[in-house]
Each structure stands twice: as structure tokens, then as C-alpha cells.
């Protein structure tokens, strides 16, 4: 059974309609690409903190003098 975890690392997180709209097109791209029989692909969304993503932490560094 395929699963497909998906951390996402944002300032807002991802709405309900949009995680529907990616499990959407994963089911699609699973089924053909793959053969993913209907049913069978799991997907589980994962948020994560905008400060614990390498792009949160260096965009509230402070400037380093040059």
C-alpha cells in the first residue's frame, strides 16, 4: 500500500480545500503513473512550523554587517 507524507513548511497553513486538491492529483498521478489501484494510497499531511524550516529560521536572522 502506497503513502505519501507530506510536511509542509509554511507561514499559513495549507487550507482544507487545498490538501483536497493535492490528494486529488496524487491519486491521479499515483493511478497513472504507477498502476495505484483505487483505494489503496494513503495520504497524511504533516504541518510544520514556519521557524523550524531552514528558510523560517535564515529569514528572521538579523542582517550581518558586510
Avoid: N
Avoid at 483505487?38 to 504533516?46: N, S, W
Amino acid at each position: 500500500m502506497p503513502i505519501l507524507e507530506v510536511i509542509q513548511a509554511a507561514k499559513e497553513p495549507a487550507t482544507t480545500e487545498q490538501k483536497r486538491a493535492f490528494a486529488r492529483s496524487a491519486l491521479e498521478i499515483f493511478r497513472d503513473v504507477l498502476g495505484t489501484p483505487e483505494g489503496r494510497l494513503r495520504v497524511f499531511f504533516y504541518p510544520l512550523e514556519w521557524e523550524d524550516s531552514l528558510a523560517g529560521l535564515l529569514e528572521s536572522e538579523p542582517e550581518e554587517d558586510s
